[in-house]
């Protein structure tokens, strides 16, 4: 139970990851079959879009011929009985039609086969067609028509009919009736070509594109129309070439013809599957997004908890680091007021201790307000040409009071030959250095010897601080100059420590431009560098340089 409670605790934020991700992976996969559902439907509505568009351009026809036929060609049957064909030619005269390409009558009221006149727009009269095809067509198409008249029959209801056996001469007929609906005549028109070819399907493709396709579609259609062998009549773009996505016929006249829609770019199919991927890839995009934005912030609400642990286990851990040396002190000015001190070389080594233990109280609140400066960046830093041999002389040296009872040995190993003043911070290097033969002692286990080297190289001066310690661990290792980060395990529970130390160490270090690293081996030792970077070096003749030969 306990365990299960602390696994959530844990990984509470992991827990709430999964249950966002979970229904976000559902939802996926549902849009995901939605998106392929319809991309099966919309590649059918696209085609029917195509259809119905080219069916559109065949309407767009058949209603201007036929409003121009029954323009046209509605001749009351009065005309003919009472003989006043010159009204049929003021009629024509009066309404020109568009499109035709000539007009004719027929009149079966007074020949069995038929009186056969011809609109001449010139004269705005009736006249005998000359014997010629487009005679011949006219009588061929008005034969039933002569026959129903012939023998008497009616034709209820008759309307309009197309005849374009010869493609030559594709004519729409109307009949004219009487009363008793006799097949009085016929009226009729031959259809002008070239006009239907450039003027009127061009118009009737371009009137109805914006009725079924967005304007950036358009541009991505070519509509062609081609003739009874094939032959391309009229094209919006150069010819596509290819097979078209949709056909079509025309439904009244030019019946022959036939209207293809292409998008070159693509079929219908394709068009689909491009949507299809477009969602698809967009919805992947939105998804990764959403998962990284969650895992950022629960990856800063992690640190955050992470860093709100630290900071309690760092207060009980200040509290326990000054618990020691306070007790040791107020122990040993104790025994200095009791005057229990049985020599003066005992009150000597009981002040000395007390010194020690006031040093080492001082140096933990110096490195917790280091600490607060570091983080708000107000720490200043006195840069002065300093001989960094000294320095590390100095900070041994308040190391060896301390060190004397526990058997510390700490061996310096000097360079080769002198090194150059620096121009550092030399309290603040000082400090680092300390916190480091601090950690050195603090983790050295049962081994005593602590090893300081200082050399230098291309890059500047290292120095360097080895034990023969704990070691640390490889899963701790990247994170140790984290702040408050501390090394949970039972070799250093009852350690003291802030968590700190390294911290700083790294803080001052890059504020000097160099660099802190380390090497360590569980059970065997650690040794960690600090190098003061050759930039930092005054090199003779500097200004400065004349302190390092006084020295
Ligand atoms: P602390 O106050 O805990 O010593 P530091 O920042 O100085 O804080 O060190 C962080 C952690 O790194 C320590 O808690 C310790 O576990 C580990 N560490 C530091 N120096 C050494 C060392 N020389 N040997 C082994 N572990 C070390």
Known sequence: MATLADFLKRHTLWAGFAAVLAPLLVMLGLQFVWLSRLEQVSAIAHKATLNNYLEGVGTEVEYFYRSTAERALNIPAAYLTRGRLEEVANHWKKKPVEGVRSLFLVDYTRERFGNFHVYDPESGTLVSPPASEEALAIIVACTPWQMLSYRGGSAASPGLSVDERNPEYRIILNPITDDAWHVVGVAGMILDEPYFRKELLPAAIRKALPDFFSNAGTNDLVVTVRDARGRLMVSTHDDPGGGPAAVSRLPFVFRDWTLGLHSPRSTPEQWARANFTFNVTLSALLAIALVSGIALALRAANRAMMLSEMKSDFVSNVSHELRTPLSSIRVFAELLRLGRAPSPEKVQAYGEYIEAESRRLSRLIDNILDFSRIESGRKTYRFGPTDLLEVIAATLKTFE???????????????????????????????????????????????????????????????????????????????????????????????????????IVKAIIEHHGGRCWFESEVGKGTTFFLLIPARLEIKRGEPGSEIGSMA
């Open 401 to 503: 009071v301390r060190l004397k009872p526990s058997g510390f040995r700490i061996a310096f190993e000097g360079p080769a030959a002198p090194l150059p003043l620096v121009t550092i911070d030399a309290d603040a290097i000082g400090q680092a250095l300390h916190n480091l033969l601090d950690n050195a002692v603090k983790y050295s286990g049962a081994s005593r010897d602590i090893r300081v080297r200082a050399a230098r190289d291309q890059e500047g001066v290292v120095i360097s601080v080895q034990d023969h310690g704990i070691g640390i661990p490889k899963e701790h290792q990247s994170k140790l100059f984290e702040a408050f980060y501390r090394v949970d395990s039972s070799h250093t529970a009852s350690i003291p420590g802030t968590g700190l130390g390294l911290t």
